[in-house]
């Protein structure tokens, strides 16, 4: 039974090696050949943390195949150094990205910055791996998988963005579906099923957290306030019926004398 187990498992690693190999293949050549959305190019910081981005995460998509498949200790130990570092700056340039993210955010931004924390995890548990000398080379590389797996997260957005495209499906939401897909199955490669069920509790607490902070503030600016006789004097507000205009409910005069 173990053994159908590690089978199966070693299975689904490689089917999902090497699809996310070849749909990075295609991404890379993509980023590495188109200029960026402007909105990366506007400010220096914004140019700054888009070049980081793709040269980071070119290096991460690369850099751990050749550990997976050398079997020098030495080089693969160096690789993973150079990985951790490199996801270190891969992870700030997502964190400084993650506000201007596209489709609806209350979705993209929580499942981002889930994926960050996941990303952390990983560079974390590498970290601790190369430090600790009692350690196994194949406890090493696992620490390894886990960080590569959930950097392809990024592509298989890529990916699910190209499929729903190509059936014409959720044409108004694409990205979300697209983002909140790929966080399951990179994050869910890494780790397992809890860590895909951890991402949608995630999600519904941000989502619960902001309604309710946002409740909060209409409630805290449409509290009534009475207004002063001055104020009575140059503002007048009174119901206005026009069912096309975006404030059907109210109308706002202002008056202007000249005490000239």
Known sequence: MFHAQHVMNLIQRVLFAALSVFANFGILYFHWTTPPHPKFTVLQKSRVSIRLHLLSGTVNVL????????????????????????????????????????????????????????????????????????LKMLEKVEWLWCVWANHQTYAWVRVWLVLLHQVQACRESRYTVAVIIAGTIGAGQAYGFTVMTALIVWLLAFN??????????????????????????????????????????????LFFYNHS
């Open 63 to 134: 850099l751990p195949i050749v550990a997976f498949c050398d079997s020098n200790k030495t080089s693969v130990v160096a690789i993973c150094w150079v990985t951790f570092f490199v996801d270190l700056v891969h992870l700030a340039t997502v964190i400084h990205q993650t506000p201007n993210v596209n489709g609806q955010r209350n979705l993209t931004v929580p499942a981002y910055q889930f994926i960050s924390c996941v990303k952390l995890v990983s560079a974390s548990g590498l970290l601790y791996a190369l430090l600790d000398d009692s």
């Open 208 to 253: 619960w957290v902001l309604k309710r902070n946002t409740y909060a503030l209409v409630a805290r600016f449409s509290s009534k306030k009475q207004p002063t006789v001055e104020e009575r004097a140059k503002v007048r507000i009174g119901p206005f019926p026009n069912p096309d205009s975006l404030f059907a409910n109210t109308r706002l005069t």
